[in-house]
């Protein structure tokens, strides 16, 4: 079936610091993949997405890469700000299907 | 648009109530779902309908009801609440914005404590 793998955290950065949160899945066919995050006491909230091999989702200076050879699809932000504190989900959908799959979540703290 | 609104947000019940949490989207979308979403196990998928009069079983559908009467709304009924219930529900809806991604918006979610 499908599933999806993610580094459970909690992650504790200083501001500035580069920030990676790995994501892995399994899954037949090609999946979309997406990040999404959960500031505190909200909902989740798409942050990027990529729905084929080799594309890249940025948005809000976060970036990551739909790797196929290795099927993973890390989340990556070179300058993180206190404001980026959240629980950040990796999630898969297959193409034409509305299910989604959703990873553990990773808290993330940035402190000044 | 409102997007996507859940009401209320937070309850409590006791062992053996019922109770429906609502849900309702204003932005048309065909396919709605109910998550609970539990401390280390990310968002599990409860119900979820691809359209009005049409709904189907998630991962974890039991000790659950829902149904579609309206494209915008999506109640979850708990038919005799249990403290295994006890978690945080988020509704969703999604469109498909380009022919294979289905972009999920949530709702602000409820919280439910049962005791």
């Known amino acids: 079936g499908n599933s999806v793998t993610q580094m459970e955290g909690p992650v504790t950065l200083s501001e500035e610091a580069f920030l990676t949160i790995n994501c892995t899945y399994t899954?037949?066919?090609?999946?979309?993949l997406f990040w999404y995050v959960q500031y505190p006491g909200e909902g989740l909230q798409l942050l990027l997405k990529?729905?084929?091999?080799?594309d890249k989702g940025s948005n809000k200076g976060f970036e990551a890469t739909y790797r196929k050879e290795t099927t993973s699809f890390h989340l990556e932000k070179g300058s993180v700000q206190v404001s980026d504190s959240a629980v950040y989900f990796c999630?898969?959908?297959?193409?034409?299907?509305?299910?989604?799959?959703f990873g553990p979540g990773t808290r993330l703290s940035v402190l000044p | 648009n409102a997007g996507v609104t859940q009401t209320p947000k937070f309850q409590v019940l006791k062992t053996g109530q019922s109770m429906t949490l609502q849900c309702a989207q204003d932005?048309?979308?065909?396919?709605m779902s109910w998550y609970r979403q539990d401390p280390g196990m990310g968002l599990r998928l409860i119900h979820y309908?691809?359209?009005?009069?049409?709904?189907d079983q998630g991962e974890v559908p039991n000790g659950y009801n829902v149904s579609r009467s309206t494209t915008e709304d999506f109640p979850l009924r708990l038919l005799s609440a249990a403290p295994s219930q006890t978690s945080v529900y988020f509704c969703?809806?999604?469109?498909?914005?380009?022919?294979?991604?289905?972009?999920?918006?949530f709702g602000p979610g409820t919280r439910l404590t049962v005791t």
């Open positions: 969703a809806s999604s469109y498909s914005g380009q022919a294979l991604t289905y972009e999920q918006y």
């Open positions: 899954a037949t066919g090609y999946p979309s």
């Open positions: 990529a729905t084929k091999a080799d």
């Open positions: 999630a898969l959908s297959r193409p034409y299907g509305q299910n989604f799959v």
């Open positions: 932005m048309n979308h065909e396919y």
């Open positions: 309908s691809v359209g009005a009069g049409i709904t």
